[in-house]
């Protein structure tokens, strides 16, 4: 195109056209069809649309066939086409629609990638895996991603998931064998030790993956993270989340060891992290039982009275901490009683403990439950109702169907004199 044709063609009476144009023709597939109408034209830009087109123009509104224009163009001065044209005075055109399917393309590579990547982890059926998928893909937060680091992410967050959802079944929330803490999970997934920190967001979205397999809302501060990776059985550090315990003995001349004995000796409960732990090897006295209660009450109450049989604090759903301490006492030949709360959390906490130790159940079978019902009912002690789906008690068949008759929740320190009692025993 001469200089002077370009000149012609970018004069300020056809400028508000060509600016119209781009965004037809960006819109239509960089393809001349179509008509473009432009309102309010001046008598210098319809002089300029009718110089242009070879057509006169009368009023103020012009329409203009696109296709007519670009043929006007190619056999005139200009000599070549519309596209050409407005790319010569306007800058490159876009093929929206064709970045718009690339982009769709690119989306559903991702997403193909991952259901990929969930097979190949035996993933694919977990119940939590297609709603997650799903929202994250509204959420939007890896399409703004460049795809390659979308792709890394999500199959970094599976690579997790697959650490922490097998070989036993989402939601258990009892710890897996193996599992790391969270810095080690990172450094093995990432690379990084940071890999998976708060703020991240790896974490964020392997912390919605846990909420899914765990069938509760996303963790929205610092505590509640802490306490989904913990019921995935990942400590998240090694200090800030203890074990309640009361009245273990443990054998040998270790100064851990000799500092938890010389506590249980004065009458002290004691909170071991998981450092402490790491420094105890636990050897006990032939035939011991250790009592296992979910709330920090009964081991309060069992310090203040002086009982005799060693305790350890669950805290509800058992944490990283809990259940490595409990592993080791298991190990060490320690016979393990256990007991919880009448309610349906209760009772599926019950069947994991249960079944992960062979625990006795302590004070926890249908007669147990209809005595406390009864007697609660006898003091005027209201009981709060049970909520939520019956879970069967697998240790005795009949206490589902009689907590489902009497239809109430029996707190454990509703039963607290009688526990005590068990404790106080010798």
């Not at 370009?6 to 819109?27: F, I, T």
């Not at 407005?86 to 193909?112: C, H, K, M, N, Y």
């Not at 920090?296 to 490595?324: F, H, I, K, Q």
Request: some cysteine; glycine content about 8%.
């Amino acid at each position: 195109m001469s200089a002077r044709t370009r000149a012609w063609l970018d004069q300020p009476a056809l400028a508000r056209l060509w600016d119209r144009l781009r965004d037809r023709l960006e819109r239509n597939g960089l393809q001349a069809r179509g008509r473009l109408r432009l309102d309010g034209v001046t008598a210098a830009e319809r002089e300029a649309l009718a110089l242009l087109t070879g057509r006169p123009y009368a009023g103020d509104t012009v329409s203009i066939a696109l296709a007519d224009l670009d043929a006007q163009l190619r056999t005139g001065a200009a000599g070549r086409g519309l596209v050409e044209v407005v790319t010569e005075l306007r800058g490159p055109l876009t093929d929206r629609p064709a970045a718009r399917d690339a982009r769709r393309a690119t989306a559903e590579a991702i997403w193909s990638a991952a259901d990929d990547t969930l097979r190949s982890h035996g993933l694919a059926d977990a119940v939590w895996a297609g709603p997650w998928l799903e929202e994250l893909r509204r959420a939007g937060t890896l399409a703004r991603l460049a795809p390659d680091r979308a792709r890394r992410l999500i199959g970094q967050a599976i690579d997790v998931m697959s650490v922490l959802t097998g070989p036993v079944s989402p939601g258990a929330g009892m710890g897996r064998a193996g599992v790391p803490g969270r810095g080690e999970l990172a450094e093995r997934v990432t690379g990084t030790a940071h890999g998976l920190d708060d703020g991240t967001l790896l974490s964020r979205i392997v912390l919605r993956a846990l909420a899914r397999a765990f069938e509760v809302p996303p963790p929205q501060d610092a505590r509640s993270r802490r306490e989904l990776w913990e019921a995935a059985g990942v400590a998240v550090d090694r200090v800030s989340t203890t074990v309640l315990t009361y009245g273990l003995v443990p054998l040998g001349d270790e100064p851990a060891v000799r500092l938890l004995r010389d506590r249980t000796r004065a009458g002290f409960e004691t909170h071991l992290t998981l450092r402490d732990l790491a420094r105890i090897t636990w050897r006990l006295p032939p035939d011991t039982e250790v009592h296992v209660c979910e709330n920090p009450r009964v081991v309060e109450a069992a310090a203040d009275r002086g009982c005799a049989r060693p305790l350890v604090c669950a805290s509800g759903n058992p944490t990283t901490t809990a259940l490595t301490l409990l592993d080791a006492l298991h190990a060490a030949g320690a016979r393990l009683a256990y007991r919880g709360d009448f309610d349906w959390p209760g009772i599926a906490i019950a069947n994991r403990m249960i079944g992960r130790y062979s625990a006795r159940p302590w004070r926890m079978r249908a007669t147990d439950y209809e005595e406390h019902v009864a007697t609660a009912r006898d003091r005027g002690t209201p009981l709060p109702p049970l909520t939520g789906a019956p879970v069967d008690a697998l240790w005795d068949p009949e206490l589902t169907p009689a907590m489902t008759a009497l239809g109430v929740a029996v707190q454990e320190e509703s039963a607290l004199e009688l526990l005590l009692t068990d404790l106080l025993s010798a």
